[in-house]
């Protein structure tokens, strides 16, 4: 059984099963440099961030102009209500430490993602699916690891992203189901191309501030 075929049950069991078992759905880890690279310029990525609650919430509506998730339209909506509130929680933090609410900068991670969802209704769709949720897959990852190396310098942050990522969790689990119950052996085929195309993309470096 394909270690992703667990998601089904859970965010939480996943990500279980991939550490216990050292599995890793991912081609590769984050990159070392990620983190001192976030760490010399965490209020602009803490503003990055901010801005990418906002762009999920947006995602997340806008994915219910497809039929096939006509029914998960109360479920969508759920979802873009949580990322407003993730970026109103961003928000306050910038404004409580004085940072200006900037414009955003463009990430070469997600936008190599997002150009490699298909044309085509039905392939759109399940394309569209995958990219976001690994996309809060990635966040998920990165979330912990600024978890723990927040804590002992900015406990407040860190435990703001450990917390974060049961939800963001719920998402990357929820846009994968809705993928696979759409057409699961296409979602599962798309999901191995995906899955090389984002190894090469992380691993590309870049001095931007910004969470991905």
Known sequence: MRAWQ??????YLVWNVFYDAQVQLWRVPVPNGWLPKVL???EGVLLDH??????AATSALNL????????????????AQEELEHFNLLYDLLKSRGVSFGSPKASPW???LMKFIRKGRREQVIDHLIAASLIEG???DKFQILAEALKETEP??????????ESEGGHFSAYWRMACEINDEEAHQRLDRFLDLEAKLIIQSNDLPILH
């Open 6 to 11: 667990f998601v089904g049950f859970g965010f």
């Open 138 to 140: 990635r966040s998920c």
């Open 50 to 55: 901010c801005h990418l609650e906002r762009k």
């Open 40 to 42: 010399s310029n965490l």
């Open 64 to 79: 219910i102009k497809y039929p096939e998730l006509a029914a998960r339209a109360r479920e969508l909506n759920g979802i």
């Open 156 to 165: 407040s942050i860190a435990t703001m992203y450990a917390e974060l990522v």
């Open 110 to 112: 997600i936008g190599g």
